[in-house]
């Protein structure tokens, strides 16, 4: 095995792709493309399959059926998808990088760094422009990336919960500002900043569409380079460095990365806690893969995740709607208890 991984590492980089991985892709997509299609269908103004596939190619049965498919449902849609797609790509990033299953953007404080530097701006300066909210989103989430990383890295070895331990306790410091802030603003400013915390996406449109698949594809030849420090990342900093890899860079490098992708989304459609940690973790229960395969993956079931949670959350108490952040923690909540619980079995086996 090692022999193969420094052949990878050293020489041409090649891939083997399972079958079952890419079948278990080609599973989630479809779904996803099915969840689309329901999600153009439902809501107040309702459309049948035939009818919502046809308007998207231009063949529409009304000129409302135009507006409210291509002005509001689907690029609702397609954020969804997208920022969800961005969150797992960033929990499977730091899950690997940290070698801990618990990492996630939204648990370890990223998220809330991401969101206290956007809703300061909100409050303060209610007319920044929001195409610089990605910006604004990455300087807060680098700043507590940092921060945490720093702490959590004082001592050599030890525990791996550090991590957690140490992003969970950041985490809620910035809540709490971020808390502040909300209760001492203007009503009518810390209103609107509170709809966008709570990770909905029922406002997103064209422009969010095209930061974040603007973002998608700046950072993809990054994201395809990843798979190969991942590779080396994954087995342990001393056998990394056996293999030639540079530890300190290729962490830093990826957490950067990491840190980019969340603060997209965050700035996009506002925190949604729990599908960093999720997404990963279902695709590695679908199909052992490589890194590279694996990013793919978790990207496929972070889409699928999201774009399912916007749609459960217009529909279940119609025509009232549901934050598909909300949808999310209903989801994530018991699943990371039983990370907890399982990873404290293993240490105590």
């Keep these: 095995m090692t022999a193969e991984v420094v052949e990878r590492l050293e020489g041409p980089l090649t891939f083997r792709?399972?079958?079952?991985?890419?079948?278990?892709?080609?599973?989630?997509?479809?779904?996803?493309?099915?969840?689309?299609?329901?999600?153009?269908?439902?809501?107040?103004?309702?459309?049948?399959?035939?009818?919502?596939?046809?308007?998207?190619?231009?063949?529409?049965?009304?000129?409302?059926?135009?507006?409210?498919v291509w002005e509001f449902r689907f690029p609702r849609?397609?954020?969804a998808a997208m920022a969800g797609a961005?969150?797992?790509?960033?929990?499977?990033?730091?899950?690997?990088?940290?070698?801990?299953?618990l990492a996630d953007p939204s648990?370890?404080?990223?998220?809330?760094?991401?969101?206290?530097?956007?809703?300061?701006?909100?409050?303060?300066?209610?007319?920044?422009?929001?195409?610089?909210?990605?910006?604004?989103?990455?300087?807060?989430?680098?700043?507590?990336?940092?921060?945490?990383?720093?702490?959590?890295?004082?001592?050599?070895?030890?525990?791996?919960?550090?991590?957690?331990?140490?992003?969970?306790?950041v985490a809620a410091f910035i809540s709490a500002c971020t808390q502040a802030l909300l209760t001492y603003g203007e009503i009518d400013r810390a209103l609107a900043a509170l709809g966008w915390l709570a990770g909905s996406v029922h406002?997103?449109?064209?422009?969010?569409?095209?930061?974040?698949?603007?973002g998608l594809a700046l950072l993809s030849p990054i994201l395809i380079w990843s798979a190969r420090p991942m590779t080396a990342l994954r087995m342990g900093p001393d056998v990394a460095v056996g293999l030639g890899a540079s530890v300190r860079r290729?962490?830093?490098?990826?957490?950067?990365?990491?840190?980019?992708l969340a603060a997209l989304a965050?700035?996009?459609?506002?925190?949604?806690?729990?599908?960093?940690?999720?997404?990963?973790h279902?695709?590695?229960?679908?199909?052992?893969?490589?890194?590279?395969?694996?990013?793919?993956?978790?990207?496929?079931?972070?889409?699928?995740?999201?774009s399912t949670a916007d749609l459960l959350g217009r529909l279940l108490f119609a025509p009232v709607q549901l934050p598909a952040g909300l949808v999310t923690a209903v989801i994530g909540a018991p699943v990371f208890v039983w990370l907890i619980l399982r990873s404290q079995a293993r240490s105590q086996l």
């Design 17 to 68: 792709v399972p079958a079952r991985a890419l079948s278990v892709v080609a599973l989630l997509l479809s779904s996803s493309l099915g969840v689309l299609v329901v999600a153009l269908m439902s809501g107040s103004f309702p459309l049948t399959a035939v009818q919502s596939i046809a308007t998207l190619f231009g063949v529409a049965p009304s000129d409302t059926a135009t507006t409210v």
């Design 77 to 79: 849609a397609l954020v």
């Design 203 to 214: 406002a997103a449109g064209w422009g969010e569409v095209r930061s974040l698949a603007l």
């Design 107 to 169: 648990l370890v404080g990223v998220s809330q760094g991401a969101g206290l530097a956007v809703v300061a701006t909100l409050i303060a300066f209610p007319e920044t422009p929001p195409a610089l909210r990605p910006l604004l989103a990455f300087g807060g989430a680098l700043t507590v990336a940092v921060v945490i990383l720093s702490i959590s890295a004082r001592r050599a070895g030890g525990a791996t919960m550090r991590f957690i331990l140490t992003g969970i306790g």
């Design 250 to 260: 290729d962490r830093n490098l990826l957490v950067i990365v990491s840190v980019a």
């Design 266 to 280: 965050v700035a996009a459609v506002g925190p949604l806690g729990f599908v960093g940690l999720v997404a990963p």
């Design 282 to 306: 279902i695709a590695r229960r679908l199909a052992r893969s490589g890194p590279g395969l694996h990013l793919v993956l978790s990207a496929s079931a972070g889409a699928l995740m999201v």
């Design 86 to 101: 961005l969150l797992a790509l960033s929990g499977a990033i730091l899950q690997t990088v940290t070698r801990n299953a």
